[in-house]
């Protein structure tokens, strides 16, 4: 195992019990990525703050990621998960648009509070378009 993966596992391992659903709905999310081709991640633990995992294509040449899933380190923990606004549509407009929110740009953000299988096939399909973006390296 990577040491990037022993350090994730780690940290879902340690995650409270009693917020298991947002837990669950990050280990589906990392699964999920770890099935797309070409794709990096990276882990970014801010204690109290937040840890962030993030994605990245192979070919993207002028952005650092394509996805950021962040756990949001509040009572409860909380996930949002965030693109640059110009890699996804939002066809449900379910997103929030952050202007300057993420790394500085424009981001769109899903905040994810609960277990909400409809969110997170919806979460999946972004996630696939943005995937997709980067590997052409649209931006």
């Not at 195992?1 to 022993?6: A, D, G």
């Not at 994730?8 to 999920?32: H, K, M, T, Y």
């Not at 066809?91 to 277990?115: Q, S």
């Not at 999946?124 to 052409?136: D, F, L, M, P, Y």
């Amino acid at each position: 195992m990577e040491p990037i993966q022993r350090e994730i596992e780690s940290f879902v391992a340690q995650w409270p019990i009693a917020q298991d659903s947002s837990r669950r709905i990050f280990v589906e999310l990392r699964n999920f990525l770890l099935k797309q081709a070409a794709t990096t991640l990276s882990f970014k633990p801010r204690p109290e703050v937040s840890y962030s995992l993030r994605a990245r294509h192979l070919n993207q040449l002028g952005k650092p990621l394509f996805v950021m899933i962040d756990v949001i380190d509040h009572e409860p923990r909380w996930l949002s998960v965030c693109f640059y606004d110009q890699m996804v549509t939002d066809p449900e407009d379910w997103g929030d648009c952050v202007p300057g929110g993420l790394l500085g740009e424009d981001g769109l953000c899903f905040d994810v509070e609960g277990e909400s299988e409809e969110l997170l096939a919806y979460l999946k399909e972004r996630i696939s378009e943005a995937h997709n973006a980067a590997s052409v390296d649209i931006l």
